[in-house]
């Protein structure tokens, strides 16, 4: 009995552990702006995930995007609780794993990352799943389903995200870190496709090897 109040007790604190991170962790969270003709203006979401490095998804309109192009993306302002729009180019593209990222040139606050995500964990995504807010994040949680990963590298979270949240970054409930991005919906399973933040650095490394690389020989 002590050890289901407890258990109950835990859950009740996870709507309000969520609030508190989510006031800290929402500087990670990006959007871009897209104006289709004759519709209204919509936002994608996108997660800071290194000091000049934005990740979406790259599928839908994204996988139109070419290596070098450059967009406007909207990151989080250092000196207001609002939300600026700087230039990023697209370095990275790969509609296997659905990740696409763009460079920014501004200094970015960088989430840390864990790479110990387990099945079970409980996680929150900043996502535009509503467009109520015109400068903020909408808010949902889950918790970790699969861990093994698919043939594109993917994990699986037990909700169903919201359309606009493809680009959110998943933010574990116990210690605040980004753990994974969501990039879409598994239709069979009716879960939640993630890239694991592991993924992610991976993809930084390699860029940041393949950027070494091109200036050494420069």
């Given at each position: 009995m002590a050890f289901l109040l407890q258990r109950s007790a835990g859950e009740a604190d996870v709507p309000a552990t969520i609030r508190a991170r989510a006031r800290h962790s929402?500087?990670?969270?990006?959007?871009?702006?897209?104006?289709?003709?004759?519709?209204?203006?919509?936002?994608?979401a996108a997660t800071v995930i290194g000091r000049h490095h934005v990740a979406t998804?790259?599928?839908?309109?994204?996988?139109?995007?070419?290596?070098?192009?450059?967009?406007?993306?909207?990151?989080?302002?250092?000196?207001?609780?609002?939300?600026?729009?700087?230039?990023?180019?697209?370095?990275?593209?790969?509609?296997?794993?659905?990740?696409?990222?763009?460079?920014?040139q501004h200094e970015l606050p960088p989430p840390e990352?864990?790479?110990?995500?387990?099945?079970?964990?409980?996680?929150?995504?900043?996502?535009?799943s509503t467009h109520a807010q015109p400068d903020g994040?909408?808010?949902?949680?889950?918790?970790v389903a699969v861990t093994v990963p698919d043939a594109c590298d993917h994990i699986r979270g037990d909700i169903v995200p919201g359309a606009g949240d493809s680009g959110g970054g998943c933010f574990s409930v116990h210690t605040g870190k980004l753990v994974a991005m969501v990039v879409g919906v598994d239709p069979r399973a009716l879960k939640a496709v993630l890239v694991p933040a592991a993924i992610l650095r991976g993809i930084l490394t390699d860029l940041s090897a393949t950027s070494g690389a091109a200036g050494a020989a420069t």
């Amino acid at each position: 009995m002590a050890f289901l109040l407890q258990r109950s007790a835990g859950e009740a604190d996870v709507p309000a552990t969520i609030r508190a991170r989510a006031r800290h962790s929402d500087k990670y969270a990006a959007h871009l702006v897209v104006e289709p003709p004759n519709s209204s203006p919509y936002k994608e979401a996108a997660t800071v995930i290194g000091r000049h490095h934005v990740a979406t998804f790259a599928h839908g309109g994204h996988e139109e995007w070419m290596l070098g192009q450059h967009l406007q993306i909207a990151v989080h302002c250092p000196d207001a609780p609002r939300r600026m729009f700087v230039d990023g180019k697209v370095v990275y593209k790969n509609p296997t794993k659905d990740v696409a990222i763009l460079e920014v040139q501004h200094e970015l606050p960088p989430p840390e990352l864990d790479f110990g995500v387990v099945a079970g964990d409980k996680y929150y995504v900043h996502g535009q799943s509503t467009h109520a807010q015109p400068d903020g994040t909408s808010i949902s949680h889950g918790v970790v389903a699969v861990t093994v990963p698919d043939a594109c590298d993917h994990i699986r979270g037990d909700i169903v995200p919201g359309a606009g949240d493809s680009g959110g970054g998943c933010f574990s409930v116990h210690t605040g870190k980004l753990v994974a991005m969501v990039v879409g919906v598994d239709p069979r399973a009716l879960k939640a496709v993630l890239v694991p933040a592991a993924i992610l650095r991976g993809i930084l490394t390699d860029l940041s090897a393949t950027s070494g690389a091109a200036g050494a020989a420069t």
